[in-house]
């Protein structure tokens, strides 16, 4: 095996990392605080679109946790680049958030819903019937459908609730178009995001909590992957999948002195 490069820019996962339930995950701050001193360039990710990056670094730091917004990457940024570079100057009807909405103003989306180039389904707690309904039918008249993540369940505090990808396989059903999904474990979010800090992959890691998004988009991203066991994934799932992370550690805290 080729000897990797140095790590020189870090992009880490969000929940189950430097989180957990509105708890920071003993290490996060001390983790951010290296990073932030060492001057290397660092994204938190996120797959949920409800947020903007300025509403993530607030809700951060009320939990002790200084991230700058410009080191906030959600799906719904991957999302809206991916657009702008497909489209720019497009036009979308979008469910989702003000994360998802905000993001498409800034590259100049025009939403509506009068022959839109895009149907744009994001994470929302209010999904509608009428919503939906209008969705599969302006798809059904010939907008392409994109959506910002593939995850079919979120969390809560009663408990799990459908998420984008469980509304995207309706909106299929009822169309036969599959959404293209921009978010984890598509690496184009991992690769906008590398631009978007001026880093490249090579040089580059991956820390994640679950080895079907995080590791595998950073994997194909090309970079080196590393598993903290402080979320989703077990260390007895690990070899249920076909691949593996370059590293597994317990948590955050143990990388602090890698940077």
């Known amino acids: 095996m080729a000897e990797r490069r140095p790590i020189e820019s870090w992009l880490t996962d969000m929940d189950g990392v430097l989180i957990h339930e509105g708890v920071p995950i003993p290490g996060a701050d001390a983790f951010l605080k290296k990073l932030r001193e060492s001057g290397r360039p660092f994204l938190v990710l996120t797959n949920n679109s409800i947020y903007t990056p300025r509403d993530l670094h607030a809700r951060l730091r009320r939990m002790g946790l200084d991230v700058p917004i410009e080191s906030i990457w959600t799906s719904a940024l991957a999302t809206a680049q991916f657009l702008d570079d497909q489209r720019p100057g497009g036009s979308a009807y979008v ?3 003000a994360g998802l909405t905000t993001a498409l103003h800034d590259i100049g989306y025009i939403l509506t819903d009068h022959e839109p180039d895009y149907v744009v389904l994001g994470e929302t707690r209010t999904y509608s ?8 039918r302006l798809i059904r008249n010939g907008a392409r459908f994109i959506a910002t993540n593939p995850d079919e369940t979120g969390p809560s505090h009663e408990g799990p609730l ?4 469980a509304v995207a ?16 474990p598509n690496p184009l979010m991992m690769r906008t995001g590398l631009n978007a800090i001026g880093a490249h992959s090579e ?30 994934t077990g260390p007895g799932q690990i070899e249920d999948f076909p691949y593996r992370p370059s590293h597994v550690v317990d948590s955050i805290a143990d990388l602090v002195d890698l940077i």
Do not use: C, H, N, W
């Open 162 to 165: 459908p998420a984008t990808g």
């Open 129 to 136: 019937f009428e919503a939906m309904t209008q969705a599969v």
């Open 95 to 97: 469910i989702g958030e």
């Open 203 to 232: 040089t580059s890691a991956m820390i994640g909590d679950r080895m079907d998004t995080d590791v595998l988009a950073g994997m194909e991203a090309g970079m080196q992957t590393f598993l903290v066991l402080t979320g989703l």
């Open 169 to 184: 396989a309706l909106i299929t059903k009822a169309t036969g178009k599959k959404p293209y999904f921009a978010g984890k």
